[in-house]
Nanobody, 124 residues
Framework: QVHLVESGGGLVQAGGSLSLSCTAS????????MTWFRQAPGNEREFVAG???????HVVDSVKGRFTISGEIAKNTLHLQMNSLEPEDTAVYYC??????????????????WGQGTQVTVSS
């Protein structure tokens, strides 16, 4: 089992900044992708930004220029710097990892793991 723990988040006024972090832990595992998702009340969970194991980065258009994703998959860490926050960014932010685990004999198939989520609230 791969455990993801998010930190950061909180309450900020529109135009402010917040930073999120995520750390993965477990026995023996290999992460292929680490991603931030968010879910606002009444909405489906949506992709925000992600980093692949080859270093490539993908960011949803709605946050480009405001959010910066960083981290090192080899070190199992992920960060999200959020600037110029808007009330529409209010949501629970989740860290996700697509990873394989080694049980001592073989690697598992790729599995999605989720953190518990952290609340980001932007007041107008």
């Amino acid at each position: 089992q791969v455990h993801l723990v998010e930190s950061g988040g909180g309450l900020v006024q529109a135009g402010g900044s917040l930073s999120l972090s995520c750390t993965a832990s477990g026995s023996i595992f290999r992460i292929k992708v680490m991603t931030w998702f968010r879910q606002a009340p009444g909405n489906e969970r949506e992709f925000v930004a992600g980093i692949l194991d080859d270093g490539s980065i993908h960011v949803v258009d709605s946050v480009k220029g405001r959010f910066t994703i960083s981290g090192e998959i080899a070190k199992n860490t992920l960060h999200l710097q959020m600037n110029s926050l808007e009330p529409e960014d209010t949501a629970v932010y989740y860290c996700n990892a697509l990873a394989r685990e080694y049980d001592g004999r073989r690697w598992s198939s790729e599995t999605n793991y989720w953190g518990q989520g952290t609340q980001v609230t932007v007041s107008s």
